[in-house]
């Protein structure tokens, strides 16, 4: 059964004066090389492309762009490593977006080949590079300046040869500062994470199975599953569902459905952590969860709708159009 309801008033209110600042941490980024091909991949044998993409990715990196979009402070911080990593410091510049990077020597940023055709999207990613312990210790040290009522969003995959519980580690570390963690990730790093708490988890249907073991056919299959990370320990869930929308489970052991508006989706790469971004930008804002959630879908379908990530006009068209959250009982 279904009904509409006022928002729990669950959201912090923030320090008056205050915005509050949202770092992200991309821990393992990429030079993400998108191509489209419109003619079928023939095995052994030569293939050209009809369109190419090349961007800074990475899921903090694309949930900044999504922030500075929507005019939340944001900073990026992240693992850069050789000629692959001076690009994404180079493009990353040109964005104006505050960066702060740590350089790891004798090794190259990974890159990652998405192939768009009319089936789908295929991606090969790179392992990436290794971090030394001494390299991590600098990140948390930058990371410490941040307090009470800013956010720390964990992003992405974790270094090569790190342990599951690398971010969970940082999680622990920085467990005083009074921030409020974010955590896009996959698998056990996510499990990890999950045990300390966080503000927000952001999986997708075929994480959510990968990371508990099940088969989900349908969004509202997908509600126990979600009732079951917050029994697990993160705060709020929201759970995306590509062209479904999303759902937002709560500590309070409240759901919430959107459906995600029509259009075209012309790039759904991104269009997960441009969700993410809007929805911490509501929540950094002093919004309620449930406008939080609305400003998640707007901002992801928008995403899905351009070539790249969407500027705010796009987000605000579609928020615009979009019907307030229905809580599920």
Request: with cysteine; charged share 20%; hydrophobic share 40%.
């Amino acid at each position: 059964m279904m009904k509409q309801k006022k928002n729990s008033g669950a959201e912090k209110k923030q320090p008056a004066g205050r915005l509050p600042m949202i770092a992200t941490v991309t821990a393992n980024p990429a030079v993400d090389y998108t191509v489209t091909v419109n003619d079928p991949i023939g095995i052994n044998a030569v293939n050209r492309t009809d369109d190419e993409l090349i961007t800074a990715g990475g899921k903090g990196i694309n949930v900044s762009l999504v922030l500075q979009q929507l005019g939340i402070p944001t900073t990026v911080y992240g693992f850069l490593a050789g000629a692959t990593g001076s690009m994404i410091a180079e493009r990353l510049q040109r964005t104006q977006i505050p960066t702060d990077w740590i350089y790891v020597p004798d090794q190259m940023t990974r890159i990652n080949l998405k192939i768009r055709q009319a089936s789908g999207v295929t991606e090969l990613n790179g392992k990436g590079v290794s971090v030394s312990q001494t390299e991590s210790a600098q990140m948390l040290e930058k990371l410490r300046r941040y307090g009470d009522s800013d956010y720390i969003v964990l992003a992405g995959t974790i270094p090569a040869a790190a342990p599951a519980d690398y971010y969970a580690g940082m999680m622990e570390a920085l467990s005083e500062s009074g921030v409020r963690f974010a955590v896009d990730t996959t698998g056990e790093p996510l499990r990890h994470a999950i045990e300390k708490k966080p503000f927000v988890i952001k999986p997708n249907l075929p994480e959510l199975c990968g990371l508990l073991g099940v088969q989900i056919d349908t969004w509202w299959d997908a509600l126990p599953y979600g009732k079951q990370l917050i029994d697990m320990g993160a705060q709020n869930v929201l759970l995306s569902l590509g062209g479904e929308g999303a759902l937002l489970f709560t500590e309070e052991h409240r759901v919430w459905h959107l459906s995600a508006p029509h259009g075209t989706v012309k790039n759904a790469v991104g269009s997960g952590d441009a969700m993410l971004g809007g929805f911490l930008a509501a929540c950094a804002s002093g919004q309620p969860l449930t406008e939080a959630l609305r400003m998640g879908v707007a901002a992801g379908s928008a995403t899905a709708f351009s070539e790249w990530i969407a500027h705010r006009s796009q987000i605000d068209a579609l928020l615009a159009q979009l019907p307030q959250p229905t809580e599920l009982l």
